[in-house]
């Protein structure tokens, strides 16, 4: 029976692996395109497309250089990073409070307030009411229009009130019977032991603020609140119209090294700051996301 038993597992982690070898093909495949795709040289591009390898002597920065080079890039490089840092900021502000809130039982119509906040996660207001409610405030032109309608975010309240639950009861009764008001058991106690789910609430946060460039092409019409992402799509719109992008700078880049540079460019500083952060982003995930 033993022997049954352990025949099965290997088998099972035979498949598993097997399975997980497929599904770490279909990510590499992609990713691996876009490199080279970004680094391959115009007449390498023009005339065999886009190999699978490329020999390091053929690769090119050009790409790069040309997405650089754009007067406004450094704007909009610091813009992505005030909007990001911010709406990060605002987001925690307000979804910290609210899970904490919403994760105390005892909570007079808790139960109605969880009911309000599923509703508005299965049914959106949609773009037009909340695109008069931005202009109405006078929020056109200003980084508050980006980052105050989706400040919070209904499933990120959710798994950090999740998380705020599976903390024990004991110590926040001890403060509470020392004296300690909600406001200073939460700064004093909770915070402290939640520092797994804010970095990982704070990275979903980041990741979406960072990418973001509709809700910038939305109410942001002056150029130098341009974000980043919005640039490099203007860019690669424009690069076909000879708008943006000069016409010798095709002699060394194509439009399709400049799609997977601006994919790559994008993805750099979140590359950068996952790894500071890994091992609290999993924990965060789990603990949060499993309900005792």
């Given amino acids: 029976m033993s022997q049954i038993k352990t025949r099965d597992a290997i088998t099972y982690q035979i498949l598993i ?29 023009t005339r065999e497309g886009v190999p699978f390898f490329l020999p390091p002597t053929k690769w090119t920065t050009a790409a790069f250089q040309q997405l650089l080079s754009h007067p406004l890039f450094a704007r909009s490089l610091v813009n992505s990073v005030v909007i990001t840092i911010g709406g990060t900021a605002v987001s925690l502000f307000l979804t910290v409070p609210l899970a904490y809130g919403l994760s105390i039982r005892s909570l007079p119509g808790r139960r109605l307030l969880l009911l309000l906040i599923l509703f508005t996660f299965l049914f959106h207001t949609g773009l037009v009411p909340v695109y008069l409610l931005v202009t109405s405030l006078g929020l056109t032109n200003n980084f508050m229009a980006v980052i105050l309608p989706p400040a919070i975010s209904v499933y990120n309240t959710l798994v950090m009130m999740s998380f705020f639950e599976g903390l024990p009861d004991e110590l926040k009764e001890a403060a509470r019977m020392d004296g300690a008001n909600e406001i200073q058991v939460l700064f004093s106690i909770i915070l402290p032991l939640s520092k797994p789910i804010i970095l990982t609430i704070g990275l979903f946060y980041a990741v979406y603020f960072w990418n973001e460039f509709f809700t910038p092409i939305l109410y942001l019409n002056d150029n130098d609140l341009m974000p980043l992402p919005v640039l490099l799509r203007n860019i690669l ?14 002699s060394t880049s194509s439009i399709e090294s400049l799609k997977s540079a601006s994919v790559l460019l994008t993805m750099i500083p979140m590359l ?21």
Avoid: C, H, M
């Fill in 237 to 250: 719109i424009s690069a076909s119209f000879n708008e943006y992008v000069e016409y010798n700078a095709f």
């Fill in 17 to 45: 692996a097997i399975f997980l070898f497929f599904v770490l093909v279909a990510i590499v495949i992609p990713f691996w395109r876009v490199i080279v795709s970004a680094f391959i040289p115009l007449d390498i591009y």
């Fill in 272 to 292: 950068l700051v996952y790894p500071w952060i890994q091992r609290y982003f999993t924990k965060g995930v789990l603990i949060g996301g499993v309900k005792e």
